[in-house]
């Protein structure tokens, strides 16, 4: 299965969007974003793709964007990393047993990926996926996430309904838990409350213990 390629130029119209993002931010990382985290851990965290100055800027996922506020302090709070906020690649942020993912590794216009990209990007997802050990705990930001790691293990998107805390069993030890993506539209809308995110990453602990 093909790993991840900070090279890749796969889709044309994304590949062309980095080379003018690139233009205007020099400074921008501009490249398809590694996943970020512990190499082998119980928690898998797939967002939608780069922020356009977060993540496409610094390089990590979430790091520097708006959705990565609501993220990490949750993250923190719930034991998953080490700090509750995260600026810049030397911030000194470390992830304790879980690791993010995008199921699109490059910035997007208007941050909508279509479908040929998520598709293409798709054997990515499926490899990080397949390398996960033991029950694996899967959290979803977003119905694309969600539908990508459907995915990415073979499975139809009928049988699974996306739904926020909502929980699915998938074969091969996969367990899935869909959340509201940490937008900034889902958060400033009350959509998504820190209480509403948190309940889902307790959840996710709760998991982790009970194997």
Do not use: W
Request: hydrophobic content about 40%; glycine content about 8%; aromatic content about 8%.
């Amino acid at each position: 299965m093909p790993v991840f390629d900070p090279d890749c130029r796969a889709c044309p119209r994304l590949a062309g969007f980095l080379d003018d993002i690139k233009q205007q931010y020099p400074d921008y990382h501009c490249r398809p974003v590694a996943a970020f985290g512990d190499d082998n851990p119980d928690l898998l965290i797939v967002g939608l793709a780069p922020g356009m100055h977060g993540a496409n800027a610094t390089g990590r996922p979430f790091t520097g964007d708006f959705a990565g506020v609501l993220l990490f302090e949750t993250l923190f709070k719930t034991g998953f990393a080490n700090q509750p906020d995260s600026a810049h690649l030397n911030d000194g942020l470390t992830l304790i047993n879980c690791k993010i993912t995008n199921a699109v590794k490059c910035l997007p216009p208007q941050n909508k990926p279509v479908g040929a990209e998520i598709n293409q990007c798709n054997a990515f997802l499926k490899t990080e996926l397949r390398a996960l050990s033991g029950h694996k705990i899967l959290i979803a930001l977003g119905s694309i996430a969600h539908n990508a790691i459907l995915k990415a293990l073979g499975l139809r998107q009928a049988d699974y309904k996306f739904g926020h805390a909502v929980e699915h069993q998938l074969p091969d030890d996969y367990t899935l838990i869909d959340s509201y993506h940490c937008s900034r539209y889902n958060t400033q809308t009350k959509r998504l409350t820190a209480e509403m995110f948190e309940m889902v990453f307790e959840r996710a602990r709760e998991l982790i213990k009970d194997h």
